[in-house]
């Protein structure tokens, strides 16, 4: 599983609940085409964390080729998803981008490693 992991913050302003709703109205279409796997947000409790901003959002896809499908979709940029994104955008900022996987991976050879 290859997690897409994107942390950011509200912009002043910007109602989280109003902002929910058209997150998931941008990532459903992709969820539908089978782009992605599954995605989730959380919000850091009562201010703990480290540098991270507020919002984490995290996007499951079982290979690299599904993001990459994902990627397609919103850089068509073509109606509706365009408006779709642009509802997202325009409200996030303090954006961070990172890309995990599951580890070890399953298809991880055993014994024969040289280091």
Known sequence: MNL?????????GV????????????????LDAGAISSWRLVRRKLGFGHVL?????????????????????ASRRDEPIESLHFHVNRWATNLSFSLYRDFPDS?????????
């Open 15 to 30: 109602g989280d609940v109003e902002f929910t709703e058209h997150l998931s109205a941008y990532l459903q279409p992709m």
């Open 4 to 12: 897409y992991l994107v942390s950011f913050d509200l912009k002043p």
């Open 107 to 115: 298809h991880r050879v055993r014994g024969q490693e040289k280091f």
């Open 53 to 73: 901003s507020e919002f984490l959002l995290t996007i499951e896809t079982e290979t690299l080729a599904q993001l990459d499908a994902a990627f397609t979709i």
